[in-house]
């Protein structure tokens, strides 16, 4: 079964930049479609961005277009989420996913990373 490892999270000022990893265990983990979710204080877990196993198609929430990039390297099993232009409103819990299809929704993925935390401040 997939086993996902998210890391790069931390505290960023607002206008800064943060890169999360996604590190995924198992031999048929690239065969996945990745998700990013990200759910913030007392909010429901929200669509961020997905890729195709081979990554040449994304999907971007309109919240993160133009800032966010989602990317993969299958020969490392690790799918990454560079973040630009932070806002304070992007503070989360960002979670990364694997799914068949890349669905736009949570219930659209099987497998889920532990999450790791983005504090953007003002």
């Known amino acids: 079964q997939a086993q996902l490892v998210e890391s790069g999270g931390g505290l960023v000022r607002a206008g800064g930049s943060l890169r999360l990893s996604c590190a995924a265990a198992g031999r048929t983990a690239s065969s996945y479609s990745m998700g990013w979710f990200r759910q913030a204080p007392g909010q429901e877990r929200e669509f961020v961005a997905t890729?195709?196993?081979?990554?040449?198609?994304?999907r971007y929430a309109d919240s993160v277009k133009g800032r966010f990039t989602i990317s993969r390297d299958n020969a490392k099993n690790t799918v990454y989420l560079q973040m630009n232009s932070l806002k304070p409103e992007d503070t989360a819990v960002y979670y990364c996913?694997?799914?068949?299809?890349?669905?736009?929704?949570?219930?659209?993925?099987?497998?889920w990373g532990q999450g790791t935390q983005v504090t953007v401040s003002s």
């Open positions: 890729i195709n196993w081979s990554g040449g198609t994304t």
């Open positions: 996913a694997a799914g068949n299809y890349g669905a736009s929704y949570a219930s659209g993925y099987a497998y």
